[in-house]
């Protein structure tokens, strides 16, 4: 798949998804919560999460009413079939001003990369299936937590994006 086109689908995902949430093909087996907080915590500092190829995508966006979302920073090199739960595909920042706070990750498979008839899953939770981009995704706030639940969509806890 072309680079930019995984862009416009990710960002495309992005803007329109209304997660549900439940185990993707993990590689080395499934991991904790603690396990994807250890291997991401680098990404508080952004620019060791550009270092690691995730490119911002979006500009940040919320759902006024329901809660922030951020800013995404998404490495399209992973975008296949396999989720590794201690490398998402997606890193989800808040917008403080000129700063940008690490509040979740996010779990991307394109759905013609999925040949399993059963949804993928990680960290016990399915990924929602978003037939109109034909991608599968899973949002996991490990950074912030979040009242509307992990693996909820929105965050009321993150703030909504400037000039909101």
């Not at 979006?58 to 079939?81: A, E, I, K, W």
């Not at 394109?110 to 978003?130: C, E, K, V, Y």
Request: hydrophobic share 45%; glycine share 8%; proline share 7%.
């Amino acid at each position: 798949m072309h680079r930019w086109l995984k862009r416009s689908l990710v960002a495309a995902l992005l803007l329109t998804a209304t997660l549900v949430i439940p185990e993707a093909q993990a590689s080395g087996g499934e991991s904790s919560v603690a396990d994807v907080r250890n291997a991401t915590a680098r990404f508080h500092d952004l620019d060791k999460a550009i270092g690691a190829d995730y490119i911002r995508l979006l500009p940040c966006f919320d759902l006024p009413g329901v809660g922030g979302m951020g800013q995404h920073y998404v490495n399209t090199r992973l975008l296949d079939n396999v989720v590794d739960a201690t490398q998402p595909e997606g890193l989800v920042y808040e917008v403080d001003g000129d700063r940008l706070q690490l509040v979740a990750v996010e779990y991307i498979i394109p759905q013609a990369a999925w040949t399993s008839s059963d949804p993928p899953s990680l960290l016990g939770r399915s990924f929602f299936r978003n037939d109109a981009l034909g991608l599968w995704a899973l949002h996991a706030w490990i950074w912030r937590p979040n009242p509307l639940g992990m693996f909820a969509n929105y965050n009321p806890s993150v703030k909504l994006c400037p000039g909101h």
